[in-house]
């Protein structure tokens, strides 16, 4: 039963169907969205690869199709091309129809609320490492992010990442349901929403934010690069 490759394919349909809609016109950001979705397959796809070397987590060959890039899966890395495709949906969908900025009051609240917090977990928890790197790399991206951007695309970026929480429950709840995917409780801090490890919540808004971050720093430069006065 292939239900990874399913599970794949489900996500990314709709988002994909939906892309040529008139009013959001996805497919006219694929220029900066494929890169965007390359620069986070190659860093994840690297962890994912040493994770599941040191038994962090691991796959159930019962609902895989068998072929692996080294030790992951296809499906694997298919879900770091489709799932990132899907948000970065979600992320300009939104944008296109709410024009209103709704968390764009608490953004700030919300950012440091992350940058106090999960460093703090990290560190007395330096053992588990799935929940300390997690908690680390999403820290470290929102000071960069926050670097490059200011507050302008976080709080797009969280109403975004709220609606996303949706299908992520439905995937991921499959994923760690069955389990087509497997995790070592001695990695991580062992408390869960349903069969989901708490540590997947920061583990998919990192690979949010990180791919929306290259996006949309492609975006903008494509724009300064448009609208630069010519040389006299």
Known sequence: MYI?????????????LLSFDKK???YKNWGALFPAILVNAAFFIAWDILFTETGVWGFNPDYLTGIYLYNLPLEEVFFFITVPYACVFIYDVLNAYITRDLLEPYTKAIAVLILLTLPFIAIFNIEKIYTSVTFSLLAIMHLVHIRFFKMQVLSRFYLAYAVHLVPFLIVNGVLTYLPI??????????RRIGTIPVEDTMYS???LLLTISVYEGLRQHKKVKQYKPLAV
């Open 205 to 207: 808004m990192l690979m």
């Open 24 to 26: 959001v016109a996805f």
């Open 181 to 190: 995917v497997w995790y070592n409780n001695d990695y991580n801090l062992n």
């Open 4 to 16: 990874y490759l399913y599970l794949n394919i489900f996500t990314i349909l709709f988002p994909f």
